[in-house]
């Protein structure tokens, strides 16, 4: 029914053909064995992806797909809608977390207005893939139809390829979008799957009145719904046009066979979508950091998957990706560069 399941259907298991032998230049390398802990997993699993026993990071790029929610007029964020295309002029003037991060750590980043309700006319850094204005509310009817939700994973699958095409080999996505931590609420509710409420989480910012608000719309929304558990179905009804791209993607991303650092609670919704869709997308996921919305816990959980870093942050944007990428470069450069035990003619045996 819908030509976008293609997308992702060249996406192939991870090859294990060098695994022994990464694991033993891994083991030969000047430590006791297992010492660099979660960097010795990262290597290994950086070494099946580029099929190589020397991998490396090449145009490590950043895309953060921005789009408004019909349904962030009722109630349901802490902060108003205007605030998603105040903050893409924030991203586009460099003023924004996820710049600072990105100019610190070496992430080439591009803004992409998915469908924000704003018009930016055309500005330096920002690519302009607007599906429409906003989604409509989920309370009412599908956020999208699925001739946009079609269009949407196409736009991100191609911006991706483009990117790889020029020799960008890690990918992450960040969002930005008043209002979507509750679609991937509901995304999450569906696909991992697990109690609603337990998915819903004060996003932004809501106090104890605001969440329950924000759960009692929530599940009104969920009631309405007569679609079925297919996750495209409920990527269309439940929307975000910022995680219908990423979910394009992230699907892209994996059919190329590129590394990707997954960010929080929104991108790891696109992702619970895309793998569904392509389960060896997970091989190719490296998860960056554990968001303190509580329903990413959920997702971690669903796909038995463990973050890298817990600083307590739940900005999004791609923050939380960005600052993982100089642990990747790490695990990558010990794998390189690192004297084995007969390199430095320091003495192997235990006694
Ligand atoms: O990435 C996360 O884990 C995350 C957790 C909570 C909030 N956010 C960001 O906050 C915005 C959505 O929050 P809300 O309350 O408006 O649904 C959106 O712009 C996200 O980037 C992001
Ligand atoms: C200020 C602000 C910045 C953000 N960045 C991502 N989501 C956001 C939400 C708000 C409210």
């Known amino acids: 029914m819908h030509s976008f399941r293609k997308i992702g259907a060249d996406l192939r298991p991870l090859q294990t053909t060098l695994d022994e032998a990464l694991q033993r230049k891994i083991d030969l390398k000047t430590k006791p064995k297992g010492a660099l802990g ?17 991998p490396e990071i090449v145009a490590p790029h950043l895309l953060v797909f921005a789009g408004d929610h019909g349904a962030a007029h009722e109630g349901i964020s802490a902060y108003p809608q205007e605030v998603t295309w105040q903050m893409v002029e924030n991203f586009l003037a460099g003023g924004a977390a996820i710049n600072v991060f990105a100019r610190q750590l070496g992430w080439s980043l591009q803004v992409v207005d998915a469908g924000v309700a704003h018009v930016f006319g055309k500005r330096t850094g920002l690519i302009d893939a607007k599906i429409a204005p906003g989604t409509a509310s989920y309370l ?3 956020a999208m139809t699925d001739a946009q939700c079609h269009a949407a994973i196409e736009i991100g699958s191609e911006l991706v390829r483009q990117l790889i095409q020029n020799g960008c080999n890690v990918l992450a996505c960040g969002e930005m979008g008043i209002g979507n931590t509750a679609s991937a609420s509901l995304i999450t ?11 819903i989480g004060p996003g932004t910012g809501l106090d104890d009145v605001g969440l329950i608000r924000k759960q009692e719309l929530l599940s009104v929304a ?29 699907l892209a991303a994996g059919e190329a066979g590129v590394l990707i650092i997954v960010d929080g609670f929104i991108v790891t919704a696109s992702l619970l979508i895309a793998a569904r869709l ?3 997308l997970l091989d190719y996921c490296v998860f960056a950091h554990g968001s303190e919305e509580p329903g990413h ?37 010990f794998l390189v560069q690192m004297a084995s035990f007969e390199s430095a003619g320091v003495s192997e045996t235990t006694i």
């Open 297 to 333: 816990k959920i997702q971690m959980d669903a796909i038995g998957k463990r973050p890298l870093l817990n600083l307590g942050m739940r900005l999004g944007e791609g923050t939380g990706a960005a600052l993982a990428l100089p642990l990747i470069q790490a695990a990558a450069n």
């Open 140 to 142: 009412e009817g599908p």
């Open 278 to 280: 392509q389960p060896h």
């Open 222 to 250: 969920a009631s309405r719904y007569r679609g079925n558990s297919d996750p495209l179905a409920i990527l269309t009804h439940f929307g975000g046009f910022e995680i219908a791209m990423m979910t394009g993607a992230l």
């Open 189 to 199: 509710h569906y696909l991992a799957p697990a109690p609603l409420n337990s998915c």
């Open 38 to 54: 979660r960097l010795e997993e990262l290597a290994l699993q950086l070494g099946r992806i580029q099929n190589t026993l020397s």
